[in-house]
């Protein structure tokens, strides 16, 4: 059973330019998390989503960040316009059900942004 | 708001060395708890979790944490570290009542000398 995928591992990208981050969950997990990580800090939860839908987005940013988990495919995590602030670490997490139960969430090996 | 306080940000011991690493939490509810250990190069991985039941969680690697629910403290130890311990150690909780995001400390960079 292969573990959470994302790719890219390493992404390059210019101010103003836009970044997309990919994240398959584990097989038979339906929900996905995604994460940042900045320098020297602790993992920030950013977006919850199941398929279809956007369950917390408490922790995205306002402006410039999306995600969604469609039917078919990889969850994506959009980035527009990036600025240098967004170079972080981005990690996706899956898990097979939510909210009350008593589920672990399994971690991909991120995705490193570095904006220049 | 919950949050999760890691007290050390970097801890350096020799083998052989017994290992304690300080975690607490603020939450009033039903949580689960934590934790997550990154070696360098790698992904996290989950090292204990602690759902229900036994306040002493045993993890693989020989760590073990106990859960001290009056002083929301979720400590995590080792009687005796080796090198292959060096990592990034990270204490976290999620709250059972709300959506399912997980709140993560700052970490504690672990050094072992040889």
């Known amino acids: 059973n292969a573990g959470v995928m994302q790719n890219p591992r390493h992404l390059v990208r210019r101010r103003g330019q836009e970044a997309r981050l990919r994240c398959s969950p584990m097989?038979?997990?339906?929900?996905v998390y995604w994460y940042r990580q900045l320098p020297e800090e602790g993992l920030k939860f950013m977006v919850y989503?199941?398929?279809?839908?956007?369950?917390?987005e408490s922790g995205m940013p306002k402006e410039r960040f999306s995600a969604e988990f469609p039917k078919e495919g990889p969850s994506i995590l959009r980035i527009q316009q990036v600025v240098r602030g967004d170079s972080a670490a981005y990690f996706c997490a899956s898990s097979p059900g939510g909210t009350g139960g008593e589920y672990e969430q399994y971690f991909g090996p991120g995705t490193r942004l570095t904006v220049t | 708001a919950q949050s999760v306080s890691q007290h050390n940000h970097h801890v350096i011991l020799s083998e052989a060395a017994s290992l304690e690493l300080g975690c607490n939490y603020s939450?009033?509810?039903?949580?689960?708890l934590f934790w997550y250990v990154q070696y360098p190069g790698q992904h996290l991985q989950l090292l204990l979790k602690y759902f229900s039941g036994d306040p002493l969680v045993k993890g693989i690697k020989g760590f073990e944490a106990e859960f001290i629910k009056s002083k929301f403290s979720f400590n995590l130890r080792k009687p005796s570290v080796q090198w292959s311990d060096t990592a990034e150690y990270f204490c976290a909780v999620n709250a059972v009542s709300s959506a399912s995001k997980i709140i993560f400390g700052s970490g504690t960079r672990l050094s072992i000398r040889p």
């Open positions: 939450y009033g509810g039903t949580v689960n």
């Open positions: 097989k038979g997990h339906s929900h």
């Open positions: 989503l199941q398929k279809e839908n956007i369950i917390d």
